[in-house]
């Protein structure tokens, strides 16, 4: 699988959190989750993304904006 581009890392800095205190907010008993999420390894689950989104103050889409770009383009094509 190759790397899912992402501003999880630029966005959790902006607002000061570390990777411990999203894993406690998320209730994740460990940082290795969101540390996956931020090297782009896997991704969160919707939920788990709304919930990022909410707590950094931004949209799902800005999150993720490469891959926002690139479902969108696709989606164009097929218009």
């Known amino acids: 699988m190759t790397d899912i581009p992402n501003s999880l890392k630029k966005y ?6 570390s990777q411990k205190e999203v894993a406690m907010i998320l209730e994740f008993k460990s ?6 999420w931020e090297k782009g390894e896997s ?3 919707v939920k788990n ?3 990022l ?8 889409n800005d999150l ?5 770009i690139e479902v ?3 989606l164009r094509k097929k218009k």
């Open 12 to 17: 959790r800095r902006i607002m000061g959190y």
């Open 31 to 36: 940082t290795s989750r969101i540390s996956r």
């Open 43 to 45: 991704m969160p689950s």
């Open 49 to 51: 993304l709304l919930k």
């Open 53 to 60: 989104s909410f707590l950094y103050a931004t949209l799902p």
């Open 64 to 68: 993720y904006h490469d891959l926002w």
């Open 72 to 74: 969108k383009n696709n």
